[in-house]
């Protein structure tokens, strides 16, 4: 099967990774990660496997605890992992995401949905020029996702346009490793209601796992206001003072974070594996 990333870790990768969490038999990072291959190797990649992970996250406010950069981090995190159970390459990290109704936050630096819109439709035309068919986007924020869409569509449009040679066989797929089955079960199970809508315990464990240091931010919370609508960011600041939408996250220890990036993976690796097999 031509797509699919098993065969690379057959091939490439009976090394171990000391930052890997289960396999023991699964490629080294440097062979996963696009921002450390050149040209060269890329190629022979692609006579190989024609998929390929994009990470994105954004950039803002995750609450008085949380870090600002709490959904790329979370994304690249899972994206690394499902790369090196599956040999899949992984591109850099997009940082930025639609965060406009976070702007009344400082640290919050957000592209509209028009800029977003271009910046995906661009990165998968780029990708598609040099023959990868199947790009599998693994998102860390919510606002992200109706653009993304939006950007499917119209990268389908642009490579036909364009006569592209893939453009018959291109696909796109979003994964929100926060929607993953396992990770929002585990999460209500640990968290119930307190899981909350934005600064998750959730994602908020992810971090503290994957940066211990931020546990010197974590504290005890007021009760946050129930989770409602969003609208612009003055209202979203006035309706959730300290940016979490019924969330508690001090609710959240790095040892939750390990199982959650290992349920992510875990699902995405299985939606990504039946993704590279599909006509
Ligand atoms: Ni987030």
């Known amino acids: ?8 870790i057959i091939k490439k ?12 038999h699964e490629p080294k990072d440097e062979s996963i990660r696009l921002d450390l291959l050149t040209w060269t190797e890329v190629e022979e ?12 996250g954004s950039t803002e406010q995750h609450g008085p605890t949380g870090a600002i950069g709490t959904d790329a981090l979370t994304a690249q995190s899972v994206a690394l992992e ?10 850099p990290a997009q940082p930025y995401g639609m965060a406009e109704h976070h702007l009344a936050f400082p640290g919050t630096m957000s592209l509209k949905p028009s800029t977003l819109f271009n ?14 068919e199947r790009v599998f986007i693994i998102n860390g924020h919510g606002g992200n996702i109706a653009t993304i869409k939006s950007s499917f569509a119209q990268s389908y449009k642009s490579a036909a346009t364009m006569q592209l040679p893939v453009a018959k066989h291109l696909r796109f797929k979003l994964s929100n490793w926060f929607m993953a089955p396992e990770v929002f079960s585990e999460a209500r199970s640990l968290y119930g209601e307190r899981e909350g809508q934005h600064a998750t315990p959730s994602e908020i464990a992810l971090t503290l796992y994957l940066h211990p240091s931020l546990q010197t ?8 206001p129930s989770v409602g609508p969003i609208y612009n960011s003055q209202d979203f600041r006035q309706r959730y003072p300290d940016g979490r939408m019924g969330s508690d996250p001090s609710l959240a ?27």
């Not at 990649?45 to 994105?56: E, F, Q, R, V």
């Not at 040892?255 to 006509?279: C, R, V």
């Open 253 to 279: 220890k790095a040892i939750h974070g390990k199982m959650f990036l290992d349920k992510a993976a875990s699902s995405l690796t299985k939606d990504l594996t039946n993704f590279l097999q599909e006509s």
């Open 119 to 132: 910046v995906i439709h661009d990165l998968l035309i780029s990708l598609a020029i040099h023959g990868f």
């Open 82 to 91: 499902v790369g090196r159970r599956t040999g899949v390459l992984v591109a």
């Open 1 to 8: 099967m031509k797509f699919l990333g098993l065969d690379l």
């Open 13 to 24: 990768g009976m090394s171990n990774s000391n930052n890997s969490i289960v396999s023991s």
């Open 45 to 56: 990649y692609l006579s190989h496997c024609k998929g390929i992970i994009l990470p994105i």
């Open 217 to 224: 931010k974590q504290c005890e919370l007021p009760e946050p």
